[in-house]
């Protein structure tokens, strides 16, 4: 079965694994998921990631992250859907909660968060939001 939004797919099942205070979640791996992940992971939104192979398809595990029994995401949001691309140049990425949380860009350079992007002076398209 063929996703028309893996990204997407990969937010709703982070948020419902949250919401049943599951301690890990797995899905469908790619190198673009392995990036969020990374970043995700870097800004310690979850505790570590591994890529592991089963029946010759890789499969991405999350490690989430709690904080006294609350899910460290309080929030996670697609910006960029597939059916509406939203891009914006380095001066315009938002600024995610006050700075308080992170966007997940899409640039000519990788996926990096909104603070490398404006950093390194240049946009992209909005993949996510996150706080």
């Known amino acids: 079965m063929t ?3 893996p990204i997407g797919d990969m937010i709703a099942r982070v948020k419902n694994a949250q919401a049943r205070n599951h301690k890990k979640v ?7 998921k392995n ?3 990374e970043i995700l ?3 310690g939104f979850i505790k570590e990631f591994k890529i592991n192979s089963e029946n010759n398809k890789n499969v991405l595990s999350l490690e989430l992250k709690y904080h006294s029994g609350n899910p460290v995401i309080s929030a996670f949001e ?3 859907k597939p059916g509406r691309r939203i891009f914006s140049s380095a001066d315009s ?5 006050n700075g308080l949380g992170i966007a997940i860009v899409s640039t000519p350079k990788g996926v990096m968060t909104d603070m490398d ?3 390194q002076r240049v946009g992209g398209e909005i993949i996510c939001k996150v706080f």
């Open 26 to 32: 797995d899905l469908p791996s790619s190198n673009f």
């Open 3 to 5: 996703l028309s939004d």
């Open 35 to 37: 990036k969020i992940a």
């Open 117 to 119: 992007a404006r950093k």
């Open 78 to 80: 697609r910006v960029s």
């Open 41 to 43: 992971k870097n800004e």
């Open 93 to 97: 990425l938002p600024k995610i909660n």
